[in-house]
């Protein structure tokens, strides 16, 4: 009798397990899981901080510390997707470097109907939504994982393509689990950043731009060393004035498209050739939190102050007005030849706006440096 009831019993609850719904069943035995999509390059400083400044915070703060898994048959330099969870919070990182990730991105981009001047890295997708740069991302994150938390979870975006890349990513279990695969004590070292680069490496990421970026970084360097000689020997030809406004002029343009860019965080406008959100991503693209091209517009616009002064004044109001232009040329120059010897060797990704305002610079010293040395040689013997 007791076998018959316990029979019974068995086959009652299995079949209450099979009628039941696998969804009703997973929500009931698991924790809501909040799964997001991260896009970065391994060039984007502002990347680089997201993943090894906040994320490690915020996955401590939401669920603990991670783990990383990615496909480690893979050359350094073809992993298109990387996942880090804690169980809480499932990261897909996808680097847009790689052809596989950049498809994704294109088609999530599409998808979300991404305006122009919100392209860019770091960017996270979550659901229909998406958030882009080092401080939009940041700001956002805790609240959508609070969200997702109470809402019971977040699933992945709809992008076309992406139980693909989940797949590619070995020691992830149906539910995405962990169940094994790569995890270091740091999850966030595991995924790649320029440092991890050799300079060959950096190099070949844009042979054309970073090429035309050597040939302006030998002329800057020939120019500071012929200009003083050409001087000395008094063969500094002399040209048309209003040669000296228009650089002027040029150089401040270039330098507030930047700065805005790098304000805002958005993506810039690049030509065929090279990659100017790379550069404009790194973390040389300020000092002291300062962008560099703020201080391009401070450092032309004394320039052009000190020009105008020097035309329309006499005296030793010009020559200091000249001496001044001459003295922000030549800085400029040789801060320009920091700038761009940091874009193919340091950086691997060259700036076109960047290397204009190269020219443009070093152009103005060849422009001011025989009269701001003339100037300078007045003041002394007065």
Same mark, same amino acid.
């Given at each position: ?10 086959? @009652? ?22 799964? %997001? ?20 915070? @915020?996955? +401590?703060?939401? #669920? ?22 804690? &169980? ?28 122009? +001047? ?23 994150? /805790? ?7 109470? $809402? ?16 590619? @990513? ?16 740091? /999850? ?13 490496? !950096? ?5 054309? #731009? ?7 970084? %030998? ?13 000395? !020997? ?24 930047? =700065? ?6 958005? +993506? ?5 050739? =090279?990659?100017?959100? $790379? ?16 201080? &391009? ?8 102050? #000190?020009?105008? @002064?020097?035309?329309?004044? !006499? ?16 800085? #400029? ?36 440096? =025989? /009269? ?11």
């Amino acid at each position: 009798m007791r076998s018959r009831f316990t029979f019974l019993f068995v086959l @009652v609850a299995t079949l209450f397990a099979i009628a039941l719904p696998a969804s009703a069943q997973s929500e009931s035995e698991a924790d809501p899981v909040v799964r %997001v999509v991260f896009f970065f390059s391994p060039t984007c400083g502002h990347c680089e901080y997201v993943i090894n400044e906040v994320l490690p915070g @915020v996955f +401590e703060e939401y #669920g603990g510390q991670p783990s990383v898994f990615f496909d480690e048959t893979l050359p350094e330099g073809q992993v298109a997707f990387y996942e880090m969870t804690n &169980g809480t919070l499932d990261i897909l990182f996808g680097d847009v470097s790689v052809d596989a990730a950049a498809q994704l991105y294109e088609d999530d981009t599409e998808r979300l109907s991404v305006p122009d +001047e919100r392209m860019g890295v770091p960017r996270l997708d979550v659901l229909d939504d998406y958030y882009v740069g080092s401080a939009e991302i940041p700001d956002e994150l /805790p609240g959508i994982i609070e969200a997702g938390i109470a $809402a019971g979870g977040i699933p992945w975006p709809d992008i076309p393509g992406i139980e693909d890349a989940i797949a590619s @990513v070995p020691g992830m279990a149906e539910g995405n689990q962990p169940i094994d695969g790569e995890s270091t004590e740091d /999850p966030a070292a595991a995924i790649p950043d320029s440092a991890d680069q050799t300079v060959a490496e !950096k190099f070949g990421n844009d042979p054309v #731009g970073n090429s035309l970026a050597v040939l302006v970084l %030998v002329a800057m360097i020939a120019s500071l060393i012929a200009v003083p000689i050409l001087i000395g !020997k008094g063969m500094l030809s002399s040209a048309p004035e209003w040669l000296t406004p228009v650089l002027a002029v040029i150089g401040i343009g270039v330098s507030i498209y930047l =700065g805005s860019v790098e304000a805002s965080g958005t +993506e810039a406008v690049c030509g065929p050739v =090279g990659d100017c959100n $790379a550069v404009q991503q790194s973390e040389y693209a300020t000092i002291f939190g300062i962008p560099i091209g703020i201080l &391009g517009i401070i450092g032309y616009g004394i320039l052009l102050v #000190g020009w105008i @002064v020097a035309k329309t004044t !006499k005296g030793r109001v010009a020559d200091l007005g000249m001496i001044a232009a001459a003295a922000i040329a030549a800085g #400029g120059t040789l801060f320009s030849i920091y700038l761009t010897f940091l874009e193919p060797f340091v950086i691997g990704a060259t700036c076109m706006w960047c290397l204009t305002s190269a020219v443009a610079i070093t152009g103005l010293l060849w422009l001011t440096a =025989g /009269p701001g040395w003339a100037a300078f040689g007045r003041i002394r013997s007065s």
